[in-house]
């Protein structure tokens, strides 16, 4: 199979990218985006709703999930935290009858730390990224969606709940009534967002395969971010989480059940509603495109190698200039 070092060729077009993705299953789309691209040329914007702090330290899951991704240091067993991971914290946390419900692995600990010691001096989390970015070798611009406290609360059958309550502590087993972005659709956006939706030469903007209500609708949640996504020129296209009426990864079929949603591709379609100018889904679920208000293009979505990932990329990316294209 590929792997990250094997050079594939960079495309011609400097025409500027942006997505917007959240965990482990945004970031395998963020990756192919990133190493198809040329460099400089790709710019995520990434979910801070999971963002908590946790024995002491501020963690932000899909930051560093899409950080570790993009420099080949995610952890592939899990599918979070750093590749070669030990546990030797975890082992001593739980002699002192301490935390253990949330994993922190040795290696990983250290980009906490570090984002925590940097926060407490009250530096920006948009800077404290784009630092650690920099500093694993990654040449795309990493986003946090605000700089603002901006945690996704979960309305269940066993009450209001802290993402990573819901999420990993409990599994995902209650049943969600709600998701509440109170403290997000309050929250100043990263201004470096905005600059990035704005730019008059945008190529796409790509809403990256991650879980609608848990990942995506928290940054369009964020004052000025729908609105900017709106108003640009450039096409907007949904890739599907969903293929067959199943999620690909993680809860989002159970929680549209639970939202008396069908757990369909043109229901995540309807969810995204007027922002979207195309949808991908996968060739599986090719039956539903006439029920799809927008443009669709079919492809194979499941992205199980990393030449998956970049072919998608390249789809998606064709896809948005033909969109473009047609439109002038
Ligand atoms: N997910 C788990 O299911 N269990 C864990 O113990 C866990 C620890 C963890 C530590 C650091 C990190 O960056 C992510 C971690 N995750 C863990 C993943 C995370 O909770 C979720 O995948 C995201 O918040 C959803 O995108």
Known sequence: ????TTKVPKEKNRSPVVALCGGVGGAKLALGLYRVLAPNNLTLVINTGDDF???GLFISPDIDTVTYTLADKNNLETGWGHRDETWNFMSAISTLKGETWFALGDRDLAIHVERSRRLRSSELLSNITGDIAGNFGIDAQLLPMTNDPAATIILTSAGHLNFQDYFVRMKCKPVIKQVVYDEASVATPNPDVLTALNQAELRAIILCPSNPFLSMDPILAVPG??????TSPAPVIGVSPIINDQAIKGPT???MS???LPSSVQAIAEHYGVLLDGFVIDTADQDQSN???TSVMSSNILMNSLKDRENLALEVLAFADAITTKKN
């Open 1 to 4: 199979m590929t792997n990250n």
């Open 53 to 55: 702090e946790h024995l």
């Open 225 to 230: 971010i729908r609105e900017a996504m709106v």
């Open 253 to 255: 079929s159970k929680i």
């Open 258 to 260: 639970e939202l008396s």
């Open 291 to 293: 029920e799809i208000h």
